[in-house]
């Protein structure tokens, strides 16, 4: 792993920053099962779309964002008093895995201020091949574009159903994210993204974990947090879930799950 300063000056200047090996081969495995797990359960769903609300009383995802080496990573760029707003996989299964139109993720959600770092967590191996995101280094210093300016794209080809109209989009200087199962990526909520389609013969698991300082208010009614380190803010009123029990045949098995 890159030296924590070097984490930290990177991701100022790019907009994001890749950390090599923060989790074990086992837990990245356990990642992948959940994800086949959680699709049995829910079969309705896409494998893009399992979201927060399925995850925010999910033991094993408890017990996942506490994992001390993804907190400390973290605490480099949120400070000591750590929660999490937000877990979603964005699992693309081989053939049909969808796209990521371009976007900044702060512009679809509801903090203020506006301080959160996302870690997006590889399960797999995430490639070219099999739609691995892009970054364009840099943009976290444009603007935050509000939903409204976005171009609504509702074709079922997307995990999202909005992003920036094309044509304001340079991506000439576009660098593809390519890691190994266990690396994790961290980038800036106004950096703009996204990733191609998965037509390959192998899925691509990646969790995207939204870590914000406990000052940071989630202006969402009813949204339930998970406070993580340190200690919730006086001033701020977020809801904090009440960490699950495990239960096994209701739950998914994993290590340390008693």
């Known amino acids: 792993m890159l030296d924590p300063s070097v984490l930290r000056q990177t991701y100022d200047q790019d907009g994001y920053v890749i950390a090599r090996n923060v989790i074990d081969a086992d837990l990245a495995a356990e990642t992948v099962d959940h994800v086949q797990w959680l699709l049995e359960r829910n079969p309705g769903v896409r494998p893009e779309q399992l979201g927060h609300p399925l995850l925010v009383h999910d033991p094993f995802m408890h017990h996942l964002v506490r994992d001390s ?13 750590i929660a999490l707003f937000a877990a979603h996989y964005i699992a693309k299964r081989p053939h049909d895995g969808q796209a990521v139109l371009w976007h900044q993720d702060g512009t679809y959600w509801p903090l203020e201020p506006m301080e959160v770092t996302t870690v997006w967590l590889a399960g797999t191996d995430s490639t070219v091949e099999n739609g691995c995101m892009r970054v364009l280094p840099g943009t976290q210093n444009a603007r935050l574009l509000k939903q409204s300016e976005l171009e609504i794209v509702d074709d079922g080809k997307n995990v999202l159903s909005s ?20 690396d994790v990526s961290i980038h800036n909520p106004k ?3 996204g990733s191609n389609p998965n037509y390959s013969d192998w899925w691509r698991v990646g969790l995207t974990l939204r870590y914000i ?3 940071t208010c989630v202006k969402r009614e009813g ?3 998970i406070l ?3 200690e919730a803010h006086p001033a701020v ?3 904090y879930a009440t960490r699950p029990t495990y239960i096994p045949g209701k739950h998914m098995p994993f290590r340390g799950a008693k």
């Open 237 to 239: 009123e977020n809801l």
């Open 191 to 193: 950096i703009i993204h």
């Open 69 to 81: 080496r993804l907190l400390d990573l973290v605490e480099r760029f949120v400070g000591p008093d």
């Open 228 to 230: 993580l380190r340190g």
């Open 163 to 182: 992003g920036i109209r094309p044509g304001k989009i340079d991506d000439s200087n576009a660098v593809d994210l390519e890691l190994r199962a266990g």
């Open 223 to 225: 949204h339930e947090c």
């Open 213 to 215: 300082p406990t000052s």
